[in-house]
């Protein structure tokens, strides 16, 4: 069973977290392990696992990067260990910023460095916005073919995590 469904509400990349909270309160008070004590230990087990379940799945939604990921392996478009070719236009654009990252690497100059993180922080506003843009369409045409929303999905999702480890060489 799959969060989403744990939590009776539809796939999204968005979704309500006002009710997300409100299922999981819930499902904590039935499923709290201390409520089954006198239980036999196969059900006291049942109780654990849903209780782990709970804590699980409301830590993944109300994360809005995990969810990305966890509705792209829910929908069999992302892959444990994948091997993803992003773009030859964004790694060409990614190879400057690189040859700027090396450059920093030798000749330290905070200006410049400011000045990359800038550049850095501009071009990861521009994937963040469009994949918002795209997971809200996604959102709102349910039921509709969605695979080529979520291909798009998909690679602005490996260019966000291309993005984060340059921002963590910084």
Avoid at 75 to 84: I, K, R, S
Wanted: negative net charge; without cysteine.
């Amino acid at each position: 069973m799959n969060y989403f469904e744990f939590y009776g509400i539809p796939v999204s990349f968005n979704p309500d977290q006002q009710l997300v909270r409100q299922k999981f309160y819930e499902l904590s008070k039935r499923y709290h392990p201390d409520f089954y004590i006198n239980e036999s230990e196969e059900k006291q087990a049942e109780v654990l696992e849903l209780a782990t379940l709970n804590n699980k799945a409301f830590q993944l939604l109300k994360d809005p990067r995990q969810i990305v990921s966890y509705v792209l392996k829910l929908t069999g478009h992302l892959a444990d260990g994948e091997q993803y070719t992003l773009p030859q236009g964004f790694l060409m654009e990614m190879m400057e910023v690189n040859e700027a990252l090396m450059e920093l690497e030798f000749d330290a100059d905070e200006k410049k460095k400011a000045e990359l993180a800038e550049q850095i922080s501009a071009i990861e506003k521009t994937v963040t916005d469009h994949l918002q843009q795209l997971a809200q369409s996604y959102d709102a045409s349910a039921g509709n073919d969605q695979s080529e929303q979520l291909k798009t999905i998909k690679d602005l999702y490996y260019r966000m995590k291309y993005i984060a480890r340059l921002k963590e060489r910084i």
